[in-house]
């Protein structure tokens, strides 16, 4: 009976997107990274609370983190809890590594968390994007966009 309310609680389809980056960036290249997570922010993840609005990557020497993604606090942990807005190791291999890297040296490039999910067999990915801010036109182009796919989709039915 306990198990069935956890098959309910944890759900294994999590796909959890930054909606604002999207509207904020132009992307050039993805990746899906691994996470290094502690013991309870998995359960957090699997309950799907997880914010990545203000999530941003960042170099520390040759090793890639991501900063400000928000993982709440698990409820049934007491005092093995984590921290909420920790910084949290991706795992990519050597050379994305060092593309990325040099990539980021150029100006206006950044790395920015696009998609929370999880694989088949259970371990949560990141994915990530290079990316290059958009200017003010940009935006407006891409609203112009969204609003006459809408406009067609309407038609259609």
């Known amino acids: 009976m306990a198990k069935d309310k956890d098959k309910q609680r944890f759900a294994n389809n999590i796909n959890i997107k ?3 980056a999207s509207f904020e960036y132009e992307f050039i290249e993805k990746f899906t990274a691994g996470m290094v997570l502690r013991g309870t922010e998995i359960k957090s993840i699997r309950e799907g609370r997880v914010n990545l609005q203000e999530a941003y990557c960042t170099f520390y020497g040759e090793e890639l983190w991501v900063q400000n993604m928000h993982i709440s606090a698990y409820e049934q942990a ?3 809890n ?3 807005l920790r910084q949290r190791k991706l795992l990519l291999n050597k050379k994305e590594l060092l593309k990325l890297k040099t990539k980021i040296e150029e100006k206006g490039l950044t790395i920015v968390p696009i ?6 067999r259970g371990f949560a990915k990141l994915e990530i994007a290079l990316a290059r801010g ?3 036109h ?3 182009e891409s609203i112009k966009e969204r609003d006459i796919k809408r406009e067609l989709s309407k038609i259609k039915f």
């Open 18 to 20: 930054n909606r604002k």
């Open 134 to 136: 958009k200017k003010l």
């Open 115 to 120: 998609r929370l999910f999880l694989s088949g």
């Open 82 to 84: 984590h921290e909420p």
């Open 138 to 140: 940009d935006k407006r």
């Open 78 to 80: 007491n005092n093995f």
